[in-house]
């Protein structure tokens, strides 16, 4: 028996994140395809490597945790970048383990084809004939990269509908906390500051961007992290051209006043 | 060991084995498959043991009492494996620390007649190690 990568039908026309990928997955094409948010690579039809600038590069995951020193990193790109092929020799001068290289290889992939493939009213280009230098890895099909991307936007989605945790400057809340928070999502919110965002924390703990998406819109649902006002717009500005002054509707709830009126009838 | 592909087919030698998969317990993406899924869709049972994974990793009931005060950096998992036992099968699922930061695991699934247990969680652990190590 041998390992199978999934195979199931395209996705319906209309439902892909990127209509042009599919063209160039039909096709076998070998480029780069720029998008506003990132960049895939393709070789014969599949993707074989994905950058971002919303997502921490392989080196930066590599390098961070320890698994490669950042001398190790630089020499195997002054040794095989020119030849395109510093994934293998990461692997065949004993530096990265070849199971830790894929697996650090995939995450960084999926990762940032996710901010690449987001929705976009600039024009994707396609440079034919471009490869990255890291070379082969693992390469992964289109439709596999396109379903996973709409998968991953689901999962957001089904954590905390809000997507405003995904970009802006992010403040802690002054909610206390009411369950444990898992030592992942801990250590994201210790470096929430009324600054940072999502890319900033995923560059700074060397962790898929995705993931510090996932554990914000967590901690988001909980009511531990909100967006951060910026400070100049105050309200002054607003009451100067109003005359009359209507009582707000909000579409947004009030998630404190919700979570205590949870609380309070959970105590009944 | 080489890689993902190796690994897994190394998990299906062991005896009852019916399915495996490499998967990221924090998005539920199947990162390699292999044989059978319960449910004959690879990416929907990674979704679904993915999270159970990360249930049984956040828990604090299972954290390492020695937590605090520990050594800076990744938090080393507390939890080595989970297994789930059905009427026709065992499911074992079997983190893997690497190096880098990931959340991914072993997903084994063993025909409860055919398979033994105790000998799939020994090696499954020791096919985790080498798919990192070396």
């Not at chain 1, 990132?38 to 320890?66: F, R």
């Not at chain 1, 199971?99 to 440079?127: I, K, Q, S, V």
């Not at chain 2, 319960?38 to 679904?48: K, S």
């Not at chain 2, 939890?79 to 789930?84: F, Q």
């Amino acid at each position: 028996m041998s390992p199978t990568a999934t195979t199931r039908p395209d996705l319906p026309e209309g439902a892909a994140p990127s209509p042009m990928l599919q063209r160039l997955a039909a096709e076998r094409a070998t480029g780069a395809l720029m998008r506003d948010r990132g960049t895939l690579y393709l070789a014969d039809g599949q993707v074989v490597h994905a950058e971002s600038p919303a997502t921490p590069g392989i080196d930066v995951l590599l390098t961070t945790g320890g698994a490669l020193r950042s001398e190790g990193w630089w020499d195997a790109v002054a040794q095989a970048g020119a030849g395109q092929r510093v994934g293998r020799y990461l692997v065949d001068s004993g530096r990265v383990p070849g199971g830790a290289l894929e697996l650090c290889h995939l995450g960084a992939l999926y990762d940032a084809a996710f901010f690449a493939l987001a929705p976009t009213h600039t024009p994707a280009r396609f440079r034919y004939g471009v490869s990255h230098w890291i070379g082969p890895v693992r390469p992964v099909p289109v439709h596999a990269v396109q379903r996973e991307t709409l998968r991953r936007r689901e999962l957001l989605n089904r954590i905390w509908p809000d997507a405003l945790t995904d970009s802006a400057p992010l403040s802690p809340t002054s909610h206390p906390v009411d369950a444990p928070v898992p030592p992942r999502q801990r250590r994201v919110l210790t470096l929430v500051n009324g600054e940072r965002t999502a890319t900033d924390i995923a560059q700074e703990l060397g962790r898929s961007a995705f993931h510090i998406l996932v554990d914000l819109r967590r901690l988001a649902a909980a009511g531990l992290v909100e967006a951060a006002r910026p400070a100049t717009a105050g309200p002054a500005s607003v009451s100067a051209h109003s005359r009359v002054t209507l009582p707000e509707v909000t579409a947004d709830p009030d998630v404190a006043l919700l979570r205590r009126l949870r609380d309070a009838l959970e105590a009944l | 060991m080489p890689g993902i592909d190796e690994c897994l087919i190394e998990v299906m030698r062991l005896p009852g084995a019916r399915g495996a998969a490499v998967v990221d317990w924090t998005s539920g993406l199947a990162l390699g498959t292999i044989g059978e899924s319960p449910n004959g869709d690879h990416e929907a049972t990674a979704a679904e043991t993915a999270e159970v994974a990360r249930m049984a990793a956040e828990q604090p009931v299972f954290a390492q009492a020695d937590a605090p005060g520990g050594p800076p950096g990744p938090p080393a998992p507390a939890v080595e494996d989970v297994i789930v036992t059905t009427a026709p099968g065992y499911h074992i699922l079997r983190f893997v620390e690497t190096a880098f930061d990931s959340s991914v695991f072993l997903h084994l699934w063993l025909d409860r007649a055919e398979g033994n247990l105790a000998l799939a969680r020994i090696r499954l652990g020791e096919i985790a190690e080498r798919l990192v190590l070396a």
